[in-house]
């Protein structure tokens, strides 16, 4: 059996950026645990706004043929004023492109949430990004980090300085790895409880 592909896909658009930085670390942890891995750097994508009324511009494209390979996902956004940024939202919303899939979205991928906060109020990122994933006939991994005050442990060049931080987010990158292999194995993973919003049950 082939690896799994665990695509982790966040960023800022600030350089040196602290949720890039973690989400790489949990994306060290899924290639850890036998994924194989891709990260998506917003930033370098430079994604335009999104609209429907355009053609699609090859950026997008890709964003949206790489989220449709990938077994399982891991997003990652800075904290901003208790909700996701702007480009991680643009980025999200881009992936409209994936409602003529078979099957659309991202129905039977597990996604893992991560977020670093300047403060203590990250979870509320994470909340948002919940209702996305949902929306999207995903499946969240209950397992989720937010790291608090962001300035205590990422130095001045964004590295990661906190060893117990670390070990979190490459738990995360594990964790997220084992639901998608169960869900190869299984069609569903062991935290499953009821089906995402908008799917049908039998």
């Known amino acids: ?26 994306v060290e942890g899924a290639a850890d645990a036998g994924a194989g891995t891709l990260v998506i750097d917003l930033k370098r994508l430079a994604l335009p706004f999104y609209t429907s009324e355009h053609g699609i511009p ?20 800075p904290t901003y004023h208790g909700s996701v940024s702007g480009a991680f939202k643009n980025a999200v919303d881009w992936l409209a492109l994936l409602a003529d899939h078979d099957p659309p979205y991202l129905s039977n ?6 977020t670093t906060a300047g403060g203590v109020q990250g979870l509320q990122a994470i909340n948002a990004m919940e ?3 949902r929306s999207l006939r995903g499946w969240a991994v209950p397992l989720v980090f937010a790291v608090p005050r962001s300035s205590r442990v990422f130095d001045g060049d964004g590295r990661l300085t906190d060893q117990a931080v670390a070990d979190q987010l490459r738990g995360l990158g594990a964790e997220v790895t084992r639901a998608a292999l169960q869900f190869r194995a299984e069609g569903t993973c062991d935290y499953a409880q009821e089906q995402p919003s908008g799917a049908v049950r039998d």
């Open 58 to 77: 090859g950026s997008a494209r890709r964003l949206a043929d790489t989220v449709q390979a990938a077994d399982a996902l891991l997003w990652s956004s």
């Open 131 to 133: 209702f996305i994933v």
């Open 109 to 114: 991928k597990p996604v893992g949430m991560l």
């Open 1 to 26: 059996m082939t690896r799994p592909l665990v695509v982790g896909m966040g960023g800022s658009l600030r350089t040196p950026s602290t949720s890039l930085t973690a989400l790489c670390v949990a």
